[in-house]
Every structure is written in structure tokens, then in C-alpha cells.
């Protein structure tokens, strides 16, 4: 069972003068570019989706500082960790409030138990909330977590104690990123005794500064100030998420004030926003990486000359200079010069179709066909996803290679690029989540997260053998040395076309006060207030 609330489009008609009226001065609109495939963030991958479920409603047991990705306290206060690195003790805070809903009262504050519940119901797969909402877990099983970890273990109400089986050197960070929020286990158990265990994605109960009132599908979330935050109440009464695909649309509805904030604008609002004196423009540089990712379990992909060759073809300064147009930088190593142990010695594969035609030939590789698959929503790094596989098509159309491209919608993508058998290539894209080498190497190129997140269906061993070895490592230059290797080992193979990084913009307009984007590219509405 599925419980939404509707209510009256008329709503919306009237949302540019309710919105910039005194009457409600502390409701602030944001006009996001996709609808959220649930409201349970370790269900999902998508930034659309974390924005509007773990970045709203939901606590970690640490956060990440706003200007960094430096980590703090949050629903610990304090953490240990043991010399052999095994086992991790967190010193849970106490009197933070879960959301009072009108489907859930709380009778408890947060324990132990709570994030028992929320690491074990994804681990384990027996438990009883392992299969709720189909549940696959993406991002707990890309990052190794099953494997990782040994134990959850209640010390008592406020100490939980995590026993690892090998040490995991950016096991704090993980603790911070969006698989990792919250739940409460009691709303949890009477979803279960009333038969309907899949709810907890779609009427989501945390303890963060924003507690879910409704959603109207792929119109609208509504969320009001969770008034006993632990951290203070929100300056904001009420915040809505406008669903607005469009950005053209979103842009409109920016400057006639029907929102305050708006998600992934093109170029030529970028453009406009310097001659308006109601908006401003916020960016960040992007902790992200735009790729085309072959599937290398079949033939010809499965070549890494062919792989290489193919990268050789594409004219990926061009790209940058047309589609990004100066909100972005060319990309050759799979994850950003932003994150520390970047190989800066790389060398790009470069655009030589002349070499890159000898070098199919070489392979026996004549007049291939190849699927190009893409979604259409426009993310920092796949700036405009159509224009970008065309130019990849007319550049591969030189080498004799026939593209056809295929657009998905988001969800059959996401869902589709992971198969095993899928044809082709697609095209895709990743922001990291917690600064570390590994959030990108792992998850997207490690062989425990083929099927899930690596979407390129390689597992090399050489490669795999590195970054395992780098997460137990506790000294950073050792660290360093792999990861280096690791980027050169990538390179040689060529699972990917990397094509750009991506800056990060948000449009709002000057009343906006507070707002910021977090350092994965996310929407922070804690602390912002409308002046």
C-alpha cells in the first residue's frame, strides 16, 4: 500500500504570488529537475533522489563539513577506533527527536537500535527488511559494505560498535554518505506488524532538519521544519520540491518567482542571470566525472585496443568547448584533479582519428555498429546528454563506426546500463560522496560492484588487487603511490571514454540567504532563510 497525499493543481497557479508574498515569507520553493525514485536514500544512486530524501530528512552518524569534505559529528557525537583498525565505537547523541508525522509518533529518541536497524536490514539477507521495496542495496554493495563489515553490536542505548573483518582506511567518510542515514526502527517494525514494510520508502520517517508532509508524483514534495532538530529548528516553516524537467521551464519559473531555487541551468541562463538583478548564480567545482562506458564482457569491447582506440576518436576538447562552454574541463583520469593522489602524468589518449582507425583495423575490427544509450536529464557532467552522443557519434562516424543512440527514461536506464548482457556503450556519469580515491576506483571500476555500479562490466584483476590493498591502508603516501598506479593501470585498459568534470550551478533569487551547494554537488536547505 502507497499512501499520497493530493491536492488542488490551483495550488500552483497561485504559487508566484503566495511565495513572494510577506504572508509566507519563510516557505521557500525549489524547482528540481526529476522526481525522486523514493524517499529511502540506501535504495538509490541518483543526486535527484539523495536532494530529496537523506540531504533533507536524514542524519548520518557524521556529516560532512559544507566547505570541505572534512568530517564532523552528527548523530554521534564522538567515535573510536581501534589500533588494528577493526572495530569502530560511535557515542550516539542523545535526545535527538524522530519526525512526528501524521502517519508516525514517536515514542523514543534515536538509540542504538535505530542504526542497528539501518545498516543491518541492508546487509543481511535474512533480515526482514532486506527484500522491502526490492531492495538491492546498489551503493552498500558497490562499496563492499556486505563484505566489510562483520558485526553491528548495542553496547548500550547511546554506544553502537561496528566489528570489521579487514580494515577499511575511509571507513569514517563511508559512515558519512547517503546509504548511511538513519531510519527509525521502531516506525520500522509497525510498517512490518501491519503487513506493509515497503511504505518506508515512500512515507519516510528520519531525524533530520525536514520532516516529509506529501508528495504529489512528478509534481511536487512538500516538507515542513522539523521543530525539535536537534541542531535548531530550520529558519524555513515549509520547503517544496516543484518537479520541473524542463529547464527552460525551471528558468521561467525562477524569475517570475514561482520558486527561489533552481537546479541545473543550461548555458544561456547562465548567460541571462548576469543581466537580472533579482537572481545570482551559485557554483561549486564539481566533484564529478562524465564517461562513455563500453560493456567489456563482450566483443569487440572486451579489447582494450579496440576500448583505446575508440577513446582516440572522440574530440573530447571540442566537446567541452561546445556543450560545456566553459562549465567544464576535459577530462583523462576516471575521477576528478579536485580529490587527492590525481595522476596528474597521465597521458590522454588524445583525438587522432587517423591512429585510431590504423588501430581498429590492427584489430581486425571493420564497420562497427555500436549502441549509444543515454538518458536525457542534464546533469553537471553530462551537460546536455543528446548533444553530447551526437558528437560522439559524428566523431566515431569517422573510424567507420555506426552509432545509434538510444534515449531512456532516467529509472529504465539506471535500471537497464547495469545488466550483464547490456549492448554497447552508455553514456553516464558520477559525483563522489565522501573525497576519497576510493569512492570513485571501487565503486565504479571495482569488480564487487559489476551489475551494480560499474557500469563498464570490468573487472581487471591487476586493478582490483590495487584498490583493495589501498583500503586497508591507514598511511596516506602508501595510499597515494596505489591509486597513482591504479589511474595508469585504467588508462592503459580503457574501460571508459572520460569526457569532462563539470562545475556545479544553482540559480536564486536575492532574498535567498544561507543557501549553499554541499561539496558533492547537493541542495543544502538547513540554514537558509528568505530575507
Not at 566537446?319 to 587527492?340: H, L, R, Y
Not at 536529464?377 to 545509434?404: C, G, Q, T, W
Not at 591504479?486 to 571508459?496: D, H, I, Y
Request: charged residues 25%; negative net charge.
Amino acid at each position: 500500500m502507497i499512501i499520497y497525499k493530493r491536492f488542488s493543481l490551483l495550488f500552483f497557479g497561485l504559487c508566484s504570488l503566495v511565495f513572494s508574498g510577506t504572508g509566507n515569507a519563510q516557505t521557500l520553493v525549489y524547482c528540481s529537475e526529476g522526481a525522486p525514485d523514493g524517499f529511502d536514500p540506501a535504495l538509490y544512486t541518483s543526486g535527484t533522489t539523495f536532494d530529496a530524501s537523506s540531504r533533507q530528512l536524514y542524519n548520518k552518524l557524521v556529516e560532512f563539513e559544507v566547505d570541505t569534505t572534512n568530517v564532523l559529528p552528527s548523530l554521534a557525537e564522538s567515535w573510536e577506533v581501534s589500533e588494528d583498525g577493526l572495530t569502530y565505537t560511535f557515542s550516539l547523541r542523545a535526545g535527538v527527536k524522530f519526525h512526528s508525522t501524521e502517519y508516525f509518533s514517536p515514542t523514543r529518541d534515536l538509540n542504538a537500535d535505530d542504526v542497528i536497524f539501518s545498516f543491518d536490514r541492508q546487509r543481511l539477507d535474512d533480515h526482514p527488511f532486506n527484500k522491502a521495496s526490492g531492495g538491492t542495496w546498489e551503493y552498500f554493495g558497490g562499496m563492499s559494505m556486505p563484505e566489510l563489515i562483520k558485526s553491528v553490536v548495542k553496547v548500550d542505548d547511546l554506544t553502537v560498535q561496528f566489528e570489521l573483518h579487514s580494515p577499511e582506511a575511509p571507513m569514517i567518510a563511508n559512515f558519512g554518505m547517503d546509504f548511511a542515514s538513519i531510519l527509525s526502527k521502531e516506525y520500522a517494525d509497525q510498517l512490518l506488524e501491519s503487513g506493509n514494510a515497503d511504505i518506508l520508502s515512500q512515507l519516510p520517517v528520519g531525524t533530520g532538519p525536514f520532516k516529509f508532509d506529501a508528495y504529489e508524483k512528478d509534481v511536487v514534495v512538500r516538507y515542513s521544519a522539523h521543530e525539535d532538530y536537534w541542531a535548531s529548528q530550520p529558519y524555513l516553516e515549509k520547503l517544496y520540491f516543484l518537479i520541473t524537467p524542463d529547464p527552460s521551464v525551471r528558468y521561467e519559473k525562477l524569475k517570475e518567482g514561482v520558486c527561489h531555487v533552481m537546479s541545473y541551468p543550461t548555458l544561456a541562463d547562465l548567460e541571462d542571470v548576469k543581466t537580472n538583478e533579482n537572481l545570482l548564480s551559485v557554483e561549486r567545482e564539481g566533484l564529478n566525472i562524465g564517461y562513455l562506458a563500453f560493456n567489456t564482457t563482450l566483443p569487440p569491447y572486451d579489447n582494450a585496443h579496440v576500448r583505446r582506440a575508440l577513446n582516440m576518436a572522440v574530440n573530447k576538447h571540442s566537446m567541452v568547448e561546445t556543450v560545456f562552454q566553459g562549465a567544464g574541463t576535459v577530462a583523462k583520469n576516471p575521477f576528478p584533479p579536485t580529490i587527492w593522489s590525481y595522476r596528474t602524468s597521465t597521458d590522454d589518449a588524445g583525438y587522432d582519428p587517423v591512429k585510431a582507425l590504423d588501430l581498429l583495423q590492427a584489430q581486425g575490427v571493420k564497420n562497427l555498429s555500436m549502441e549509444l544509450w543515454i538518458t536525457p536529464e542534464r546533469r553537471p557532467f553530462n551537460l546536455d546528454p543528446l548533444a553530447m552522443a551526437e558528437a560522439i557519434r559524428d566523431d566515431l562516424s569517422k573510424i567507420n563506426v555506426d552509432v545509434d543512440i538510444i534515449s531512456f527514461e532516467r529509472g529504465e536506464f539506471l535500471s537497464k546500463s547495469k545488466e550483464l548482457n547490456r549492448p554497447g556503450a552508455v553514456l553516464h556519469g558520477w559525483t563522489g560522496d565522501n573525497g576519497d580515491p576510493d569512492n570513485f576506483l571501487d565503486v565504479l571500476l571495482g569488480c564487487d560492484s559489476v551489475g551494480r555500479s560499474n557500469r563498464a562490466q570490468w573487472c581487471y584483476e591487476p586493478f582490483n588487487e590495487i584498490i583493495k590493498k589501498a583500503r586497508v591502508l591507514t598511511n596516506l603516501e602508501e595510499r597515494n603511490e596505489l591509486y597513482v598506479l591504479a589511474q595508469k593501470l585504467f588508462n592503459e585498459q580503457s574501460p571508459w571514454i572520460p569526457i569532462a568534470h563539470g562545475v556545479v550551478h544553482r540559480l536564486i533569487r536575492k532574498e535567498v540567504k544561507g543557501f549553499e551547494i554541499d561539496p558533492f554537488g547537493g541542495s543544502l536547505f538547513y540554514g537558509v532563510r528568505l530575507d
